[in-house]
């Protein structure tokens, strides 16, 4: 079983920065695109950054200059650091990555548990 494991969630100040880190814990062949979602309460579960194996990145508009995504291949990680942080970045942020466990095996969708993000005004 393959398990996302989030932290650096928080509170911080409207203009601060956070930074969210997950790891991909268990036995895999091979992870292709990870990327962050976020869900604020009433509201969809939206993306926020994506990134593929090769490195190329696709963010929200609302993230775009503020959010950068990175991951490192060989540790199985994916960052999330986000710069001048507004209050509507108020929201529970999950990993997610798309994992193949075995050289058989098709991909499968994997989601981290969460972790709380509040930006404060």
């Known amino acids: 079983q393959v398990q996302l494991v989030e932290s650096g969630g928080g509170l911080v100040q409207a203009g601060g920065s956070l930074r969210l880190s997950c790891a991909a814990a268990?036995?895999?062949?091979?992870?292709?695109?990870m990327g962050w979602y976020r869900q604020a309460p009433g509201k969809q579960r939206e993306l926020v950054a994506s990134?593929?194996?090769?490195?190329?990145?696709n963010y929200a508009d609302s993230v775009k200059g503020r959010f950068t995504i990175s991951r490192d291949n060989a540790k199985n990680t994916v960052d999330l650091q986000m710069n001048s942080l507004k209050p509507e970045d108020t929201a529970v942020y999950y990993c997610n990555a798309v994992v193949q466990r075995a050289i058989l095996y098709s991909p499968e969708n994997y989601w981290g548990r969460g972790t709380q993000v509040t930006v404060s005004s």
């Open positions: 268990g036995s895999l062949f091979s992870i292709s695109a």
């Open positions: 990134i593929t194996s090769v490195g190329r990145t």
